[in-house]
C-alpha cells in the first residue's frame, strides 16, 4: 500500500438530521461551500448526499445534486464520489439517481442488507425542528436496509460497467466482506478497488479495535493486500481515534459530518474543513503524506473528472 493516506470527507450524509448541529450543510448551496472548503483543507475525496433545502430531509432528486455537483467541480480537483445508499426508506432507483445522472467517478455501493438503528438518537429529547426527523429515526426501529445481491448487481452493471464509475464498497460487517468477494469471483469487481470498512452502526460490527484488526485480516486474506486500497471510518464519537489507528495500520481514512458532528470531547465541529484539517494534522504527525486527487485517480483506477457528466 502507498504511504500517502487518501482522505475522504462524507460532507452531509442522512444519518444526522438539522436539528442535530447548526452546521450540518443543508442547502445545495452549504453543500458545495463546505465541499470545498474540506477539499482545500485536504480531502482527497468527497463523499456526497443530497437533502431537500427547504427541510433538510434527505433526498434523491437528481437536481439538487446538479445544483452543487458543477460548483464543486469547478472550483477544486477531490474526485466527487456520489452515494447510491441515499436515505432511510428510499427504493434502489432513488438512491442511485443522483449517481446515473452525474455519472461519477465514484460512488457508494452498501454490500450487504442489515439493520441500521438510528432510534437510540431519539433518547436525547431534542427539540425538533421538523416533524420528519423523529419519525425518521424511530422508522429504523423496525426498518431493514435492502442490498441484496441482485441489487448490488444491478448497480455494477448499469452504473460500473455502463458508466466507468468504480465504487467505494462499504462494508459494515465480516460478511459484506465475504459478498464483495462473491463479486470479485464473478468478475463484476476487478482490481483495484476501494474497501470503506465502517464500524460502530447499530447493526453493523462494532467500533472495537480487534474488529479493526480483524477486518484487516479478513480483506487480506479474502482480496490479498496489493489488489485493494483499505479505508477506514467509524460513528460518533469513535471517529477521530478509530482513524487514527487505521492510517497507523496502513489505511486510508474517512472523516465528515455523515460519520459525526463533532471535532472533540463534548465539541462540536463547525465544518468539514475542521474534521479534515484535523485528521491531516494527525496523518502529518505520524509522518505520512496526504494523497492527492490525481493519486487517488491512479491508485483507484478512475476515469477522470473530464468523463463526468456534470
Avoid at 437533502?51 to 460548483?71: A, H
Avoid at 477544486?76 to 447510491?84: E, K, P, R, S
Wanted: hydrophobic share 40%.
Amino acid at each position: 500500500m502507498s504511504n500517502s493516506v487518501i482522505i475522504t470527507c462524507a460532507i452531509t450524509g442522512s444519518i444526522h438530521t438539522p436539528t442535530m448541529s447548526e452546521y450540518l450543510p443543508i442547502t445545495p448551496n452549504d453543500i458545495a461551500e463546505d465541499a470545498i472548503a474540506a477539499a482545500e483543507a485536504g480531502a482527497t475525496v468527497l463523499h456526497l448526499h443530497a437533502r431537500d433545502p427547504e427541510n433538510g430531509r434527505p433526498t434523491s432528486n437528481p437536481d439538487v445534486f446538479m445544483e452543487f455537483l458543477p460548483r464543486i467541480k469547478q472550483s477544486v480537483d477531490a474526485v466527487c464520489n456520489i452515494t447510491t445508499g441515499g436515505g432511510h426508506g428510499m427504493s434502489l432507483e432513488e438512491r442511485c439517481a443522483g449517481a446515473l445522472r452525474a455519472k461519477p467517478e465514484m460512488s457508494s455501493l452498501n454490500m450487504g442488507s442489515m439493520n441500521f438503528g438510528l432510534f437510540p438518537i431519539l433518547s436525547k429529547k431534542l427539540d425538533w425542528k421538523n416533524q420528519w426527523e423523529p419519525e425518521y429515526l424511530e422508522m429504523t426501529r423496525d426498518f431493514i436496509f435492502r442490498n441484496t445481491f441482485k441489487d448490488i448487481e444491478w448497480v455494477l452493471n448499469n452504473l460500473g460497467k455502463e458508466y466507468g464509475t468504480r465504487f467505494e464498497f462499504e462494508c459494515y460487517d465480516v460478511g459484506h466482506l465475504y459478498n464483495l468477494a462473491h463479486f470479485v469471483d464473478q468478475g463484476l469487481v476487478e482490481p483495484p478497488f476501494f474497501v470503506q470498512t465502517i464500524f460502530g452502526i447499530l447493526g453493523g460490527i462494532g467500533a472495537d479495535l480487534e474488529n479493526l484488526a480483524h477486518m484487516r485480516r479478513i480483506a487480506n486474506k479474502l482480496f490479498g493486500e496489493e489488489n485493494y486500497e483499505w479505508s477506514i471510518l467509524a460513528a460518533g464519537r469513535h471517529q477521530m481515534n478509530f482513524v487514527t489507528t487505521g492510517a497507523i495500520m496502513g489505511g486510508n481514512v474517512r472523516v465528515g459530518l455523515e460519520d459525526s458532528l463533532h471535532i472533540g470531547k463534548g465539541q462540536m465541529a463547525e465544518s468539514n474543513a475542521d474534521q479534515v484539517a484535523k485528521i491531516r494534522r494527525i496523518v502529518e504527525e505520524l509522518s505520512l503524506e496526504v494523497a492527492t486527487p490525481e493519486e487517488a485517480r491512479k491508485r483507484l483506477n478512475l476515469k477522470g473528472g473530464d468523463q463526468v457528466d456534470f
